[in-house]
């Protein structure tokens, strides 16, 4: 009979847990998080010592791995923090909070404020630009998101306010790498001077350009290898081009029908403050797919690798969500 994952040593039992992650997060030696030294620690072994818990002989100060990154400071058990991190990485649209307090045994706040922290350990959006000499890069626009703008847009005109529209949506610009990765970002609209700070910034200019027609995208397609484009206004889906190649913005589209499946039926309800880690999810699931030769362990063992440095507290978190609902 097939064994579960789960019954994997790492998701249920502490020591293995930390072990693990020690394994994964200092590869080369273990690394002080206060003063950098590598290998010049060693384990405390009192009775009452945590487990995982190491001195270094260089600033003398006591740590655990959790120390500098996504668990640090949390009261929730590593092994199944290791849980948590599997089960969104192997969810292709998504894991809810109310999911991670059912099935984790926590409460919902907790489980909110874990999803937030795997997602802050997803991000990267600092890995290099996309694309590259005979690469294509796909950019498209898209709407999921209403914009935080008070309770008054939720009341009926009768009441002296108007119902909410698809204008009053969060743009996101998505840039997909046809078979290589995804980079999300929300903007304020979708100017040409937006669309050329996000197209620029994330892609490499060496590459051949596909969009729709929008007219922003023409100055910008200028500075690129190529630019082709299709006019789905005139229904034009798809073109061919020479050497096989095929103008069409269909890729990027089918990454934002994952997305709105995700939004509209596991989260239901994303906050503008906190779009920009859901894009960061999927962009991770995305660009770590198993089209690419990534399974669901080794996606879940390279989101465990970026926890370093990403330190994310409840306060921050809360912060943002209070400064979008005062403005």
């Known amino acids: 009979m097939p064994r579960s994952i789960l019954d994997e040593p790492r998701f249920r039992d502490e020591r293995a847990a930390y072990s693990y992650v020690e394994t994964q997060i200092w590869p080369d030696g273990r690394i002080c998080p206060h003063c950098g030294v590598v290998d ?3 384990p405390l072994k009192g009775k009452s010592t945590r487990i995982g818990v190491y001195k270094c002989y260089a600033c003398r100060k006591p740590f655990t791995v959790k120390v500098g990154t996504i668990f640090e400071s949390s009261h929730v058990p590593l092994h199944i923090w290791l849980q948590a991190i599997h089960l969104m990485c192997s969810s292709k649209k998504g894991f809810s909070a109310n999911q991670f307090a059912r099935i984790l045994g926590v409460d919902i706040k907790t489980g909110w404020f874990i999803g937030h922290r795997i997602r802050e350990a997803m991000d990267e959006s600092g890995s290099g630009p996309l694309g590259g000499e005979g690469k294509i890069v796909e950019s498209d626009e898209s709407y999921t998101v209403y914009k935080e703008c008070g309770p008054t847009w939720f009341l009926h005109p009768e009441h002296g306010w108007r119902r909410r529209t ?3 949506r969060v743009p996101v610009v998505t840039l997909v790498e046809r078979a290589g990765r995804a ?9 040409a001077a937006t669309l050329r700070g996000v ?10 350009l596909m969009t729709d027609e929008l007219r922003a995208y023409q100055g910008i397609g200028r500075r690129f290898a190529g630019h082709d484009t299709v006019h789905h ?20 589209e089918g990454f934002f029908s994952l997305l709105k499946r995700g939004i509209y039926g596991c989260y239901f309800h994303v906050s503008e403050a906190h779009l920009h880690r859901y894009l960061a999810e999927f962009d991770f699931r995305y660009s770590n797919r198993i089209k690419l030769g990534v399974d ?9 690798k970026g926890v370093v440095g990403k330190r994310l507290t409840y306060r921050t978190t ?3 969500t209070g400064e979008a609902q005062a403005t």
């Not at 197209?199 to 051949?208: A, I």
């Not at 206004?233 to 990027?252: F, P, Y």
């Not at 669901?296 to 465990?304: G, Y």
């Open 318 to 320: 809360d912060r943002q």
């Open 40 to 42: 010049r620690s060693g």
């Open 166 to 168: 698809g204008g009053d």
């Open 183 to 191: 980079r999300s970002q929300k903007t304020e609209n979708v100017t």
């Open 296 to 304: 669901d362990t080794e996606r879940s063992r390279r989101a465990l």
């Open 233 to 252: 206004e005139e229904e034009e889906w798809a073109r061919q081009l020479a050497h096989g190649i095929k103008a069409h913005t269909n890729t990027v």
């Open 199 to 208: 197209v620029f910034g994330n892609v490499d200019t060496k590459s051949r």
